[in-house]
């Protein structure tokens, strides 16, 4: 069965560090891409960050490049979201998805249940 379980988020100052981790089931990881996606209340849902399954490309959005790094270890069938300088208008739900295949490229078919991420002012 696929299972995506996010862990690492909770309640943190401006200009705090958070990491967020997502475990995957050993199926689900060999040969997918990873990406985290955030859901801000009364906005829609916006694609934060992406790996692909070689670890060899990787996508951040506008939004968080520069604070926000994607990376993972296969060794432990875990997705990483390294958050740094966070602000205000990071705070959401966030949720980690896998897609089949090397690309992050595409729609995600697996998602987690997403873990709050909440940054006060």
């Known amino acids: 069965q696929v299972r995506l379980v996010e862990s690492g988020g909770g309640l943190v100052q401006t200009g705090g560090s958070l990491r967020l981790s997502c475990a995957v089931s050993r199926r689900t990881f060999n040969g997918n891409a990873m990406g985290w996606f955030r859901r801000a209340p009364g906005k829609e849902r916006e694609f934060v960050a992406a790996?692909?399954?070689?670890?060899?490309?990787?996508f951040h959005a506008d939004s968080v490049k520069g604070r926000f790094t994607i990376s993972k270890d296969n060794a432990k069938s875990t997705v990483y979201l390294q958050m740094n300088n966070l602000k205000p208008e990071d705070t959401a739900v966030y949720s980690c998805?896998?897609?089949?295949?090397?690309?992050?490229?595409?729609?995600?078919?697996?998602w987690g249940q997403g873990t709050q991420v909440t940054v006060s002012s």
């Open positions: 998805a896998a897609r089949d295949g090397e690309s992050w490229r595409g729609l995600f078919e697996y």
């Open positions: 790996i692909s399954w070689s670890g060899d490309s990787t």
